[in-house]
């Protein structure tokens, strides 16, 4: 990849891009390098012209349709990308390497989960440490770890984490536990997870040695040794699972709910009309499943990753019938508004018109 020219001319426009728009707006940050990490970062502090690379771990599954094991294989993988390059060209899968895979239900055992990882952070290392020459540009090379992305459990299991998070402090970035998840921000905090902290943990874990969880910390990171690596630093948050598993989730079942109690729609008409729509030909591969009336009463809220997305924006094409005369209703009352004002104009109870208006409008949009 660094051997096209262009990709270099990107990547260097750019960093100064970011340097310069930084330089302007302090108190923002373009990337990782105006981070307080990246201040801390031991690459970075004597390389601050480094590239910035990150990785990615995602789980596939593989189907074998012959032989003894017709069932679907699940792969780990793990895929590195420069953090550099502009937006616009880094999200195409050219700019998206694959640097390891492996079968996952062999990662569960410990001495291969070292021996795999182990590889991978020896090449990464070498990386960082020596960086590359490039001898068609005869240019110089340096790079520099950020971050590893990937889902809540992913990113748990690779911190060392518990990947349970129905119990225990199930957070990896604070030490809020499951109880106390309810509880509004505006009435408690939650000390954050730092490093010095964390390595005391983490080495009360390796003593014991009986696959206890403390403050859930289960074990060592497999990535501990890699460079500019650290389990409270290093694994960001993942708001994609969280707005489509969750607030998708839970904005739907709220809105439902209230068409339900408002009258405009029974629980049956809502599963009725969500059996009837039609999905668009680049809808139909996500498909959600039904949202039924059991499911409705109990608050509970079906599907996963982009079928939530997908379900989230049905409710305004679903309810368009309903919601189309609404809206017409309310623009007639608030043109009829103006008109008796102007009636009232000069009237000395214009006091009293005003009230009724309001008590009006109010109740027709109470109806809906």
Do not use: W
């Amino acid at each position: 990849m660094l051997n096209k020219p262009d990709v270099l001319t990107m990547l260097i426009k750019n960093i100064n891009g970011n340097v310069n728009r930084n330089a302007i707006h302090t108190d923002l940050m373009f990337n990782y390098r105006h981070a307080l990490d990246a201040k801390q970062h031991q690459v970075l502090k004597n390389k601050p012209n480094a590239l910035l690379f990150q990785l990615y771990i995602d789980d596939i599954g593989l189907t074998n349709p012959i032989g003894p094991k017709k069932d679907t294989q699940k792969i780990t993988m793990i895929y590195f990308q420069l953090e550099d390059l502009p937006d616009t060209v880094r999200s195409m899968l050219n700019s998206i390497e694959l640097i390891a895979m492996c079968h996952s239900s062999y990662l569960c055992n410990k001495s291969n989960r070292k021996k795999f990882f182990d590889a991978i952070i020896e090449y990464l290392n070498a990386l960082q440490s020596t960086g590359i020459f490039i001898p068609t540009l005869r240019y110089h090379l340096n790079f520099t770890f950020t971050i590893l992305a990937g889902d809540h459990l992913a990113s748990n299991d690779i911190g060392g984490f518990q990947k349970i998070f129905s119990t225990g402090e199930f957070c990896r970035h604070c030490h809020i536990n499951y109880d106390q998840k309810l509880i509004p921000l505006n009435q408690i905090s939650h000390p954050r997870r730092i490093t010095d902290q964390h390595n005391y943990i983490v080495q009360k874990v390796i003593d014991l040695d009986n696959n206890a969880v403390l403050q859930g910390v289960a074990d060592r990171s497999p990535l501990a040794n890699l460079i500019g690596f650290h389990a409270v630093r290093s694994l960001p948050n993942d708001p994609m699972h969280d707005f489509h598993e969750g607030v998708c989730g839970q904005l739907l079942m709220a809105i439902l709910k209230e068409a339900s109690a408002k009258r405009l729609l029974t629980y049956g008409e809502i599963e009725s009309r969500l059996i009837s729509f039609e999905y668009g030909m680049n809808d139909k591969s996500n498909k959600p499943p039904i949202l039924r009336k059991k499911h409705l009463n109990k608050g509970k809220f079906v599907g996963e990753d982009i079928d939530g997305e997908t379900l989230f924006y049905l409710p305004q094409y679903m309810m368009y019938d309903i919601i189309k005369p609404m809206k017409e209703r309310v623009h007639f009352l608030a043109e009829h508004r103006d008109l008796f004002h102007g009636a009232f104009r000069n009237n000395s109870d214009q006091g009293i018109s005003e009230k009724y208006i309001n008590h009006l409008q109010d109740n027709n949009l109470n109806n809906y």
